[in-house]
C-alpha cells in the first residue's frame, strides 16, 4: 500500500559529498516517523537517522554533526545530506516510514529498496 522510492547513491571519495531522496507514495494519511538505516557487509542494520513529524531528529554517534536529516511531510520526502564522507559510511542505505494509511488508518512501516553509498578513492 505504501512504496519508497530511493535515489541519490553512488560512489564518492573520502571526504565527499552525497545527498539522498526517498519519496513515498501510496494511501498514506500521515507520517509520524521517516528515517534512514544503513548495512555494511557483515554488520547488521542499523540506524542511521531519523526524524519526527514535530521536527524532533536522531542521529547515530559516528555520523552526528557529518550528516543532516530533513523531510517535507506534505510532499511525502526525506533526505539525507551526507558530508565529510569516509570509507566506514559505505553501505547500502535504506529509507523506512512510519504512519497511518488513509481511510482504515491503519499504521504501517514500509522500507526502500536501498541505495548503494560506496566512499573510496
Known amino acids: 500500500q505504501v512504496q519508497l522510492v530511493e535515489s541519490g547513491g553512488g560512489l564518492v571519495q573520502p571526504g565527499g559529498s552525497l545527498r539522498l531522496s526517498c519519496a513515498a507514495s501510496?494511501?498514506?494519511?500521515?507520517?509520524?516517523?521517516m528515517g534512514w538505516y544503513r548495512q555494511a557487509p557483515g554488520k547488521e542494520r542499523e540506524l542511521v537517522a531519523r526524524i519526527s513529524s514535530g521536527g524532533t531528529t536522531n542521529y547515530a554517534d559516528s555520523v552526528k554533526g557529518r550528516f543532516t536529516i530533513s523531510s517535507d511531510h506534505t510532499k511525502k520526502m526525506l533526505y539525507l545530506q551526507m558530508n565529510s564522507l569516509k570509507p566506514e559510511d559505505t553501505a547500502v542505505y535504506y529509507c523506512?516510514?512510519?504512519?497511518?494509511?488513509?481511510?482504515?488508518?491503519?499504521?504501517?512501516?514500509?522500507w526502500g529498496q536501498g541505495t548503494q553509498v560506496t566512499v573510496s578513492s
Open positions: 523506512n516510514v512510519e504512519g497511518l494509511i488513509d481511510k482504515s488508518w491503519r499504521r504501517f512501516g514500509s
Open positions: 501510496g494511501n498514506i494519511f500521515t507520517i509520524y516517523t
